[in-house]
C-alpha cells in the first residue's frame, strides 16, 4: 500500500531549538545523523531543556553548514550566532535565555537523562541522543490537514509538531498514521522503518516560533478530537538514503 511521498526532511541539531530542513539525508540506526545530539541542561536541576517548559528555546535555531561530522551552530535571532564547540557557548546561551544552563552533546556521559516535561513530570531520554521516545518521527500532511479541519482557524503547521518526515499524502484528509501503527515502511529504495506507537503531542505545539503565534488550542483540539496523539514515532530496521520525493510504501 502507497502511503504517499517524502514532503519534507527534517533535522534538530540541538532539542527544542528549531532546526533545519533537508533535501536528502542518509537515516542510520539512530534516525538522521546529528538530529538531537546536542541539548541544553539546566545547571541547577540537571534536567535537560524542552520547549514544552522553556518556549524561549523556539526562538533559537541550530543547524549543521558543514555537515553533522562538525559542530553545530546556533543562531541566537540577533544576527549573532554562536557554535556548539566554542568555550564560551553555555555562556552565551545562559545570557540569551536568561537561565544558568550547560550545553551537552554527543560525548555526554552523564547518567542523569531526564527531560523536563511538566512540572511533576519527567522521562529519560535514551543513551546516543537527545531524542524523547523514538528516534524517528514520521508525519503525514492527511493527518494535518485532518486535525486543521476540526478547527478551521488554527495553523496546524508541521512546524509546530517537529516531524523528521513529513509525507505528502495528496489530498487525503484523515488520520492515515491510525492504521500505520506496527507496520513496517519502506522509504526509498532501502530504508525500512518500523512505525511502532502513536506520537504523544505535548505542549510544545501551542508555542510561538518564527510568524507562528502562540495558540493552546492547537493541543487542546489534538486531545479532544484526536486522543492527543498526532503522527507516529518510528524505529529504523534498515538504513539508507532518503530524499525528498521518494515514495513511502507498506510492505509489512
Not at 109 to 137: C, I, K, N, Q
Request: proline share 7%; with cysteine; glycine share 10%.
Amino acid at each position: 500500500m502507497t502511503v504517499g511521498t517524502i514532503a519534507a526532511l527534517w533535522r534538530y541539531p540541538v532539542k527544542s531549538l528549531r532546526g533545519e530542513r533537508l533535501g536528502q539525508v542518509e537515516i542510520g540506526a539512530l534516525g538522521i545523523p546529528g538530529d538531537r545530539a546536542f541539548a541544553l541542561r539546566d545547571a541547577r536541576d540537571g534536567r535537560i531543556l524542552s520547549a514544552k517548559r522553556t518556549a524561549a528555546l523556539l526562538a533559537l535555531r541550530a543547524g549543521y553548514p558543514d555537515g553533522p561530522a562538525r559542530p553545530a551552530v546556533v543562531d541566537l535571532g540577533d544576527g549573532r550566532v554562536v557554535r556548539t564547540d566554542a568555550a564560551d557557548a553555555a555562556r552565551t546561551l545562559s545570557a540569551v535565555l536568561g537561565r544558568d544552563v550547560r550545553l551537552c552533546g554527543p560525548g555526554d556521559a552523564s547518567p542523569d537523562r531526564r527531560v523536563e516535561w511538566d512540572e511533576e513530570l519527567t522521562f529519560d531520554s535514551p543513551p546516543g541522543a537527545f531524542f524523547d521516545l523514538a528516534p524517528l518521527h514520521v508525519l503525514t500532511t492527511a493527518s494535518l490537514a485532518a486535525i486543521g479541519a476540526e478547527r478551521p482557524d488554527g495553523r496546524f503547521d508541521a512546524r509546530r509538531f517537529r516531524p523528521n518526515v513529513l509525507i505528502d499524502c495528496g489530498g487525503r484528509r484523515e488520520f492515515v498514521e491510525d492504521a500505520l501503527e506496527g507496520k513496517l515502511l519502506a522509504i526509498g529504495g532501502t530504508v525500512r522503518v518500523r512505525a511502532f506507537m502513536p506520537t504523544i503531542r505535548c505542549a510544545l505545539t501551542t508555542r510561538a516560533q518564527e510568524e507562528l503565534p502562540a495558540d493552546p488550542a492547537i493541543l487542546r483540539t489534538v486531545v479532544e478530537r484526536h486522543g492527543g496523539n498526532l503522527g507516529l514515532y518510528a524505529a529504523v530496521e534498515a538504513p539508507g538514503a532518503v530524499r525528498l520525493g521518494d515514495p513511502v510504501v507498506v510492505v509489512d
